[in-house]
């Protein structure tokens, strides 16, 4: 079965630090893909981040940026600079490529930005 | 460009009661999904298609049923509600393979009493 798991409910930070958030999952595929979501306080998810396996290379978007560490199952989202508008839930997800349609997400991570 | 619309956005049941919700994208998307997302949860798999005319069993489609009859629209029935369907609903949808971004609607609060 595949997991995801995130080991952090809650987190906060100050305006315009920089923070980490952990996501590892569970998998014995080689190939699959990995997702950051956020949903704010309207409820409405979007897509963070997304970083497929075969690339070594850590994806990054402005001021996310992902550290992929396929040997260790760890895929922790970096926010950089943070604004009063990253306050919201982050989910981690997870799929693999091999005829699977279904995302798997972990528990999410409430993530609070103090001004 | 709407993207995904859910409708409606809140609404109480009780118990035993019948209800459809509603998932319309204007993207021309291929692949729909209807998830539930519980406090402590994450988001977990209903139903899902994968083309017009298609549907197949998620994570939880217990007391849940789905069409999709037309390929922008992607109904979720409840035919006979539960207070443990109490959730957020969210639909999403995305343009071929899962592994793609996938866009998602507002959500519907559903209440069962």
């Known amino acids: 079965a595949q997991t995801v798991t995130q080991s952090q409910p809650e987190m906060s930070v100050q305006e315009a630090e920089t923070v980490t958030l952990s996501c590892t999952y569970d998998?014995?595929?080689?190939?699959?893909?990995l997702f950051w979501y956020k949903q704010p306080p309207s409820r409405q998810m979007i897509l963070v981040i997304r970083q497929e396996a075969y690339k070594q290379q850590n994806a990054t978007e402005n001021r996310f940026s992902v550290n992929f560490q396929k040997a260790a199952k760890s895929f922790s989202l970096k926010i950089s600079d943070s604004q009063l508008g990253d306050t919201a839930m982050y989910f981690c997800a997870f799929i693999t490529n091999f005829g699977n349609e279904k995302l798997t997400f972990g528990t999410g991570t409430r993530l609070t930005i103090i001004p | 460009n709407a993207g995904v619309t859910q409708t409606p956005k809140f609404r109480v049941l009780k118990t035993g009661q019948s209800m459809t919700l509603l998932c319309a994208q204007d993207m021309n998307h291929e692949y729909m999904y209807w998830y539930r997302q519980d406090p402590g949860m994450g988001l977990r798999l209903i139903h899902y298609s994968v083309g017009e005319g298609t549907t197949a069993k998620g994570e939880v489609p217990d007391g849940y049923n789905v069409s999709r009859l037309k390929k922008q629209n992607f109904l979720l029935g409840l035919e006979s509600a539960a207070p443990s369907q109490t959730s957020v609903y969210f639909c999403?949808?995305?343009?071929?393979?899962?592994?793609?971004?996938?866009?998602f609607g507002p959500g519907t609060r559903l209440t069962v009493t």
């Open positions: 998998t014995s595929e080689n190939n699959y893909y």
């Open positions: 999403a949808s995305t343009k071929d393979r899962p592994y793609y971004e996938q866009y």
